[in-house]
């Protein structure tokens, strides 16, 4: 079988063995002389050696480098030596010839036989670069850079709508009347929200804060300290109470549990019915002392 094994026998036969001492002897003269062009002549020698590396990485003298370089051509022209005799090689011989070829300093020379496939690669890849750059390619290059750009403009645009759909849901979910803001619709009386706030304590103290947080605003619209308002989120009212005439302490008061209800209504966790009922009473303590300092 015409393998591995003979086409190595073939690149082998082509090594210059005959001058094999001859390159020794400049490899010494060139260490002991002028060891800085040592890489470059072994460079220059290795395309007349068949491209046998004489170079080994972990060699970092000068001298190493001479050794390697010596004892892989003296390792080739050996066995070229052996192979001088027309009878075939025992198979032990070819073991042995197959041993050294798989060492790592004969790597380059085994993926030689890879250059039919490298040519074949790069042709393919040359007509490939040259079908691009004919007129039919640029037309089509260009619709491409258009049909881009057109579907990156149509995704920023989907976004923004999207983005501007987020920002006025919550508006709009409080004009439909199910906002937890300032309500949209006319409040009830501060003691109707009291009493569904009582009343819900037991089995949904979310809707109870909730309750309590819409009687705190009903008392304030009541007192004409806060005025219902379709856009103002909760806090922004708060802002606007000692510019309606309410006083500081009032004012730190009426934050404080706007402060409160937003750190348990929006909390993933659930309301304990003891905060609940703590904070409905804080909010009818709140609407008692308003109802005293306008009475």
């Given at each position: 079988?015409?393998?591995?094994?003979?086409?190595?026998?073939?690149?082998?036969?082509?090594?210059?063995?005959?001058?094999?001492?001859?390159?020794?002897?400049?490899?010494?003269?060139?260490?002991?002389?002028?060891?800085?062009?040592?890489?470059?002549?072994?460079?220059?020698?290795?395309?007349?050696?068949?491209?046998?590396?004489?170079?080994?990485?972990?060699?970092?003298?000068?001298?190493?480098?001479?050794?390697?370089?010596?004892?892989?051509?003296?390792?080739?022209?050996?066995?070229?030596?052996?192979?001088?005799?027309?009878?075939?090689?025992?198979?032990?011989?070819?073991?042995?010839?197959?041993?050294?070829?798989?060492?790592?300093?004969?790597?380059?020379?085994?993926?030689?036989?890879?250059?039919?496939?490298?040519?074949?690669?790069?042709?393919?890849?040359?007509?490939?670069?040259?079908?691009?750059?004919?007129?039919?390619?640029?037309?089509?290059?260009?619709?491409?850079?258009?049909?881009?750009?057109?579907?990156?403009?149509?995704?920023?645009?989907?976004?923004?709508?999207?983005?501007?759909?987020?920002?006025?849901?919550?508006?709009?979910?409080?004009?439909?009347?199910?906002?937890?803001?300032?309500?949209?619709?006319?409040?009830?009386?501060?003691?109707?929200?009291?009493?569904?706030?009582?009343?819900?304590?037991?089995?949904?103290?979310?809707?109870?804060?909730?309750?309590?947080?819409?009687?705190?605003?009903s008392s304030l619209e009541v007192r004409r300290l806060a005025r219902p308002d379709r856009v103002k989120t909760n806090r922004e009212l708060v802002g606007e109470l000692p510019g309606r005439g309410a006083s500081a302490r009032l004012t730190q008061e009426v934050e404080r549990l706007?402060?409160?209800?937003?750190?348990?209504?929006?909390?993933?966790?659930?309301?304990?019915?003891?905060?609940?009922?703590?904070?409905?009473?804080?909010?009818?303590?709140?609407?008692?002392?308003?109802?005293?300092?306008?009475?």
């Amino acid at each position: 079988m015409m393998g591995v094994t003979g086409l190595t026998l073939l690149w082998l036969a082509a090594m210059p063995c005959d001058g094999r001492a001859q390159d020794a002897r400049q490899l010494d003269e060139v260490a002991a002389s002028q060891p800085e062009e040592l890489d470059g002549l072994l460079a220059a020698m290795e395309p007349r050696w068949e491209g046998l590396p004489l170079r080994a990485r972990e060699d970092q003298s000068p001298a190493e480098r001479v050794e390697t370089a010596k004892r892989r051509m003296e390792d080739v022209c050996a066995w070229l030596g052996a192979d001088e005799s027309a009878a075939p090689l025992p198979r032990s011989d070819k073991e042995r010839l197959e041993e050294i070829l798989s060492r790592p300093e004969f790597a380059q020379a085994r993926q030689r036989q890879g250059d039919a496939l490298q040519r074949l690669v790069r042709r393919a890849l040359a007509w490939l670069e040259e079908m691009l750059q004919t007129q039919g390619a640029q037309s089509f290059a260009t619709s491409t850079r258009t049909l881009v750009l057109v579907l990156a403009f149509v995704v920023v645009l989907f976004t923004v709508l999207r983005l501007r759909h987020w920002r006025r849901g919550p508006v709009r979910r409080g004009q439909a009347g199910g906002g937890t803001e300032t309500e949209a619709r006319v409040l009830d009386s501060p003691g109707a929200h009291l009493a569904r706030a009582r009343a819900a304590l037991s089995g949904r103290p979310r809707e109870a804060i909730r309750e309590g947080l819409l009687a705190l605003l009903s008392s304030l619209e009541v007192r004409r300290l806060a005025r219902p308002d379709r856009v103002k989120t909760n806090r922004e009212l708060v802002g606007e109470l000692p510019g309606r005439g309410a006083s500081a302490r009032l004012t730190q008061e009426v934050e404080r549990l706007v402060r409160w209800y937003d750190q348990a209504f929006y909390s993933l966790e659930p309301v304990p019915e003891e905060d609940a009922a703590r904070f409905v009473e804080e909010v009818e303590r709140l609407h008692q002392g308003l109802e005293g300092a306008a009475a």
